[in-house]
Nanobody, 113 residues
Framework: QVRLVESGGGLVHPGGSLRLSCVVS????????MAWHRQAPGKQQREWVA????????MYAATVKGRFTISRDNDKNTINLQMDSLKPEDTAVYYC??????WGQGTQVTVSS
């Protein structure tokens, strides 16, 4: 059974940083393409944020490229998202997702002064 548990969200001022983590069980992140998605308040659709491919390559949405960094810790079977230079429009619930469309429960990120 696949389980994903996100953590690290919170309230931060514009320009600040947060680091999200996703502890994964049931899937080996070393061999699996993983992604972060987010859903902003009042929006029905979730937005893809970043992916780390099975061979280690990374991809980013244009809205976060240069500010966010996705990584994985194979020993801890964890996916991370380092978020720098945060903007109010980054406010959302952030989800960790496998390439088989398994989703975590999400972690809230709020960027506000």
């Amino acid at each position: 059974q696949v389980r994903l548990v996100e953590s690290g969200g919170g309230l931060v001022h514009p320009g600040g940083s947060l680091r999200l983590s996703c502890v994964v069980s049931g899937v080996n992140v070393s061999y699996t393409t993983m992604a972060w998605h987010r859903q902003a308040p009042g929006k029905q659709q979730r937005e893809w944020v970043a992916s780390i491919l099975n061979y280690g390559g990374t991809m980013y949405a244009a809205t976060v490229k240069g500010r966010f960094t996705i990584s994985r810790d194979n020993d801890k079977n964890t996916i991370n998202l380092q978020m720098d230079s945060l903007k109010p429009e980054d406010t959302a619930v952030y989800y960790c997702v496998t390439n088989r469309n398994d989703w975590g429960q999400g972690t809230q990120v709020t960027v506000s002064s």
